[in-house]
């Protein structure tokens, strides 16, 4: 009798050994939702997948590395599909989940190709002027203000910065070969600081208006500002006639990157194959 009690026993934890093995050996319902979804992620599909798609891929070499991440084998993620697709309730609810976390990754890339292009076009169609101070000058008036037109413009990015204005020098005025003097500049502990492509021109003193443009290419990460005078003068005191203006001052940025290319989501990674169907499982 107790020899009988206990192989009856030891049957019992057969059974359960096999069962638990049986059990380990189907991917849980979660995991299947999260493995399914990188699975059509990494192949590059963004639109809806049918339900039938979810147990008609293919094993061979093109899921292997999502698997081992998750800790499990080819041959038990065929053995999950085919368990699954005999339990119409649950494969709709994998299926809904899936179809709910590829519609959540589809969202964030639209939103963010959203918030790119928003950033680009603003930075592109910049028409903002970044010259801080009033934008017409009469020296004859407003020299006390700012006796040289001086300005100091901070450059936090690669690209074209544009300063464009008029000048009008009129024939009475006094000052000491007048000139716009305008460069990059960044700080390298000297007196002057380093002062790179400077623009510079001596007006002409015939009172007719006169447009000038400069484009200033940033490509050195060290320029922190783009400076200069629009009235500077050899004039060796303050105290001298000036009859000149200035007016439609504007500076204005544009960058020089190029286009960013629009990446689909996602981008396949290693040497995974493309996405195949085999033969529909016999639900029977």
Known sequence: MMKFSRYIA?????IASVACKKEKSIIPEKEMVTILTKIYLTDGIISVPSKSSLYRIDTIGYYEPILEKHGYTAEQFDSSIIFYSKKTEVLDRIYDNVIMQLTIQKDKLLQAKDTLNHETETLVNSSANLWPLKTSWNMAI?????PSLGFDIPTPSLGIYTISFDAQIFPDDEAIDARHYIFFYYNNNTPTGVRENP??????KDGKKHHFTYQFV???KQVTH???????????NSSFKRSAKFENIMVTYTPTKEKIKETPLPLKKGKLKPLKK???IDER
């Open 10 to 14: 030891l049957t019992i934890l057969v």
């Open 226 to 236: 783009l400076k200069g005078w629009l009235y500077d003068t050899g004039n060796g």
């Open 199 to 204: 623009k510079t021109f001596v007006y002409k």
């Open 218 to 220: 940033l490509k050195n």
């Open 278 to 280: 085999i033969k529909k």
């Open 142 to 146: 407003d020299y006390p203000n700012n």
